[in-house]
């Protein structure tokens, strides 16, 4: 059983920074698995934002490319998303997801019905 807890949302003005955390209990490292950001607001249906699976693959959204940066720690444990040069329009709740035993070569890593686990989100509020 795989669970994912969120943390590090917050508010911040246009042009200001945050980091996200995604801890993950129950994935092994060394077992290949895929990890994802998606971002929902209430006008918008939830869309990835950004994917990094165990062998350091990693995919953006093009609206975050060169600002969103996806990395994991040495132990697996955790997921981040450091976020640059924030625009109100990154405004939204931040997600988590996990698919086990997957690759960038065998997940469409952007459709999030390939994801098995999720986390409860955070919250993400940038004002301009």
């Known amino acids: 059983q795989v669970y994912l807890v969120e943390s590090g949302g917050g508010s911040v003005q246009a042009g200001g920074s945050l980091r996200l955390s995604c801890a993950a209990s129950g994935l092994t490292y060394n077992r290949r698995d895929c990890l994802a950001w998606f971002r929902q607001t209430p006008q918008k249906e939830r869309e990835a934002v950004a994917f990094?699976?165990?062998?350091?693959?990693?995919k953006y959204t093009d609206s975050v490319k060169g600002r969103f940066t996806v990395s994991r720690d040495s132990a697996g444990e955790i997921l981040y998303l450091e976020m640059n040069n924030l625009k109100p329009e990154d405004t939204g709740m931040y997600y988590c997801?996990?698919?086990?035993?997957?690759?960038?070569?065998?997940?469409?890593?952007?459709?999030?019905?390939?994801?098995?686990?999720w986390g409860q989100g955070t919250q993400v509020t940038v004002s301009s």
């Open positions: 997801a996990a698919r086990e035993r997957c690759t960038i070569a065998t997940i469409t890593w952007f459709q999030e019905a390939l994801y098995e686990s």
């Open positions: 990094l699976d165990s062998d350091g693959n990693s």
